[in-house]
């Protein structure tokens, strides 16, 4: 089991920045990938951003890239989602997904982020 606690959504003019935090309750060197999905009203749930726990890799939502920025913090045991030149587009709700070895994933609450025009 991992529980998971994001943190960090706000309301934000366009262009504006945000970080986005998830903390995770075990060690996150013991999962395989951790990673940041959003959904807009009456959309799909989107990857937007994963990190693969060891090496490192990354990989973005076309739409995103260059923007927004993934990273882990592995003492704090958390995942961060580093947003800038923030549109209207990126409005929704992040959820945090960690991705286990063994016990499949897991998802936290969500958080809104909400970027006005």
């Known amino acids: 089991q991992v529980q998971l606690v994001e943190s960090g959504g706000d309301l934000v003019q366009a262009g504006g920045s945000l970080r986005l935090s998830c903390a995770a309750s075990?060690?996150?060197?013991?999962?395989?990938?951790m990673g940041w999905y959003r959904q807009a009203p009456g959309k799909q749930r989107e990857l937007v951003a994963r990190?693969?726990?060891?090496?490192?890799?990354?990989n973005y939502l076309r739409s995103v890239k260059g923007r927004f920025t993934i990273s882990t913090d592995n003492a704090k045991n958390t995942v961060y989602l580093q947003m800038n030149s923030l549109s209207p587009d990126d409005t929704g709700v992040y959820y945090c997904?960690?991705?286990?070895?063994?016990?499949?994933?897991?998802w936290g609450q969500g958080t809104q982020v909400t970027v006005s025009s």
């Open positions: 075990r060690n996150i060197l013991s999962l395989k990938r």
């Open positions: 990190v693969t726990i060891i090496g490192g890799s990354t």
């Open positions: 997904n960690a991705d286990t070895w063994q016990d499949g994933d897991f």
